[in-house]
């Protein structure tokens, strides 16, 4: 699938931090390469519009929070315009994964913090810390794994099955049914919000995640194998600094090796990307 520059550039706003979604035009169908399966169905419990619609105001919490700190990137930042351009590439290719995406408008941010962070809420809303650029050095392409990583968890809606799973086993249907659109919905959409940073993925969510992203971003022409290149930095650098996304995101053996078996899969995609130029 080839989508111009041209067209990529037209879906660009050029407001701060914000990014349309990807078209219908630019959500041609497309075989996927990596083998996930089918998205839990679990995730229906929660609706997604509702889950959105928390994520959405919890993003602006965050950034409202860090504005007051002086800790919000502005728009001419280096690292946040290099930030957008990563972007603007993967955002064509998740479609596919997800046809909300139709309705998501995506948003990339840069917080000053030393944390080593990253994350994407539900319905495409992206931070970046810059501790985690400076402190790991990453590349662009370094830097797309895990873009696309966050946005495989948005779009692979792994907040809405961990949080369904969370709600039915820990306090039962009743707050299933809650969820479902039968009373106090603004109390529930407020705790959803809250839970949203503090969530922690299982394994095979993970594992997911990493095979989505590592597909997007190849399509988007970043090269596969610095995802393997990423883990093993962020093996090396455990222990320094805040380890606020390894202790999320366990760097294991395993899971570098389940990027390196899945290599063979996108490295095509990556060289027809790179030679559309
Ligand atoms: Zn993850």
Redesign the pocket.
Known sequence: MAVSAASAQNRWHPRRGFLLAAGAAAAAPVLAQVDVGSASSMRNLVPAEQMEASAKQQYSQVLAEAKSKNALAPSDHPQLKRLHGIARRLIPFTAQWNPRVAEWRWEVNLLNSKQLNAWCMPGGKIAFYTGILEQLQLTDDEVAMIMG??M??ALRE?ARERLAKSKVTSIGLSVASTLLGLGQIGDVAANLGTQLLTLK?SRD??TE??LVGLEIAARGGFWPEASVNLWKKMLASNGNGSPSFLS??PSGSNRIQELQANLPKVQHLYEQAKQAG
């Open positions: 990583h966050e495989a968890h792994h993925y969510d993970e995640a990493d999320t995101h």
